[in-house]
């Protein structure tokens, strides 16, 4: 099971910091995303973070203001969320990646996911 949290209401320009508790699985073993589903839109790749930390990667549309972190001792992922704007509202969901040691950024690479927290950024 995976468990988003941290979600809120921001004005543009600030920041936030995502969640994501994770139990039943190996959690050391897979990759863990987010992504984010605006009203209307498809859900998107954000960032992902591989089973050892080595490996990170982020959407082009929030490269350089979005960091993803794991800690295996703890079992969480979490996202921290920088230089927000309109456009980054969505409900953001974190997954686990269906294939252990796998790199994966589509959204059926990944059959576990939390519930979703919303984040919503005035401007």
């Known amino acids: 099971q995976l468990q988003a949290s941290g979600g809120g209401l921001v004005q543009a320009g600030g920041s936030l910091r995502l969640a994501c508790a994770t139990s039943?699985?190996?959690?050391?073993?897979?990759?863990i995303g987010w992504f984010r589903q605006a009203p209307g839109k498809e859900r998107e790749f954000v960032a992902l973070?591989?089973?050892?930390?080595?490996?990170?990667y982020y959407a082009d549309s929030v490269k350089g203001r979005f960091a993803i972190t794991r800690d295996n001792s703890e079992n969480k992922v979490y996202l921290q969320l920088n230089s927000l704007t309109p456009e980054d509202t969505a409900v953001y969901y974190c997954?686990?990646?269906?294939?252990?040691?796998?790199?994966?950024?589509?959204?059926?690479?990944?059959?576990?996911w939390g519930q979703g927290t919303l984040v919503t950024v005035s401007s």
């Open positions: 997954a686990q990646a269906s294939s252990p040691q796998t790199i994966a950024i589509g959204v059926s690479q990944y059959n576990y």
């Open positions: 039943g699985f190996t959690f050391d073993d897979h990759t």
């Open positions: 973070v591989s089973w050892t930390s080595s490996s990170t």
